[in-house]
């Protein structure tokens, strides 16, 4: 008898199990839960991908050239290449100096680090110069990379002559082993060997954000300073600025790539002030 009796109670507590793993939610649940999650990949799409972008996809209130919006105000055009933009045909390139918004100036990548010079630079740096464009030539900064050792072969490739832009630090990141305060340790060097060597302030190149977090010290506001801040309709930055690098993806005749468009804050007669003179030592 005992033995029945567990049975029934074993057969009874089987039976409360299934009626407990039979409930199910209800089918709207399951419609809301499907909504939420279909709102939540849009708008991680859109964070990311559509929104750091939608000013390619707003109306142009400015001036239509070069495949892109260019910022309203009265500056001076000018472009940024490297070996990323192939070979460059500067004789087509240079008929933009005859269009209604001329390109004045072009940066030309230099070097890299403590060892890499671009490919391309000597012949872009010549040829920039023969079809009449205004040049400068800037370094990309590797961190880790000794900052003497930097300066050193940027001096050793770049031979600046009277007429040409100061030369050029481009910095845009901090190794993870690295603080702000050793960064910018780093960077004061190659600024002053630089400086020392061609008797001229050096441009300082990065970001608006990575200026804001790294390089807010008031030591770097005595250079001159090429903000990169792209698809956006006036610079927010709050200090003074000399150059703006607004696009990334501007189309201009002789070059296949993509190109980097920028502007100079201010009229020709104070580009021309910006310039190396003719009693610069390293012109020599």
């Not at 060997?193 to 441009?203: A, D, R, W």
């Not at 001159?224 to 690098?245: C, K, L, M």
């Amino acid at each position: 008898m005992a033995v029945k009796k567990k049975t029934k109670k074993k057969k009874k507590k089987r039976k409360s199990r299934k009626k407990k793993n039979d409930f199910q939610l209800p089918l709207w649940f399951h419609y809301v839960l499907l909504g939420l999650m279909v709102i939540v990949f849009f708008s991680i799409i859109y964070l990311f991908f559509i929104h750091p972008y939608k000013y390619r996809w707003k109306k142009c209130t400015g001036i239509k050239a070069y495949g892109v919006c260019i910022p309203k105000g009265d500056y001076l055009h000018g472009l940024d290449v490297s070996r990323h933009q192939g070979k460059i045909n500067w004789d087509d390139l240079a008929l933009i100096s005859k269009e209604e918004l001329p390109l004045d100036f072009v940066f030309i990548k230099a070097t890299e680090g403590g060892d890499f010079k671009d490919e391309n630079f000597q012949s872009n740096f010549n040829s920039a110069k023969k079809t009449g464009f205004i040049r400068g030539a800037y370094h990309y900064y590797i961190p880790l990379t000794p900052a003497k050792k930097q300066a050193d072969f940027f001096i050793q490739n770049v031979h600046l002559e009277p007429g040409d832009l100061p030369p050029v630090l481009d910095i845009e990141v901090i190794n993870k082993k690295m603080t702000s305060g050793a960064l910018q340790d780093s960077i004061k060097i190659w600024l002053s060997l630089i400086e020392n060597h061609y008797q001229v302030t050096p441009i300082l190149y990065t970001s608006y954000k990575f200026k804001s977090k790294h390089l807010s010290h008031a030591d770097f506001d005595k250079y001159p300073y090429w903000i990169a801040h792209y698809y956006i309709d006036t610079v927010r930055y709050e200090g003074e600025w000399s150059f703006w690098q607004h696009t990334d993806v501007g189309i201009v005749p002789g070059i296949k790539e993509l190109v980097d468009l920028n502007v100079f804050n201010g009229t020709k007669v104070q580009l021309e002030e910006l310039l190396l003179p003719p009693s610069n030592p390293q012109t020599k």
